[in-house]
């Protein structure tokens, strides 16, 4: 048992960066678009979220 946890701890330490593969890691750019979808997706949602409170507000 004590084997398997220090075997987990050395893992984590000995872990490399990690480097840019074009051939297999999606481009900046790709992942700016991306986060910009996501971001305007979850803003549509806050918005969306709001409108709902402040009608609801309104209507009592």
């Known amino acids: 048992m004590t ?3 220090r075997h987990s701890q050395a893992g984590t330490a000995l872990k490399r960066r990690h480097k840019f593969n074009p051939k297999r890691d999606p481009k900046p ?10 971001v305007w ?17 309104l209507l009592r």
């Open 41 to 57: 997706a979850a803003s549509l949602v806050v918005a969306a979220f709001l409108l709902l409170v402040t009608v609801n507000a």
């Open 29 to 38: 750019q790709v992942l700016a678009r991306a986060n910009r979808t996501v």
């Open 3 to 5: 084997a398997e946890k």
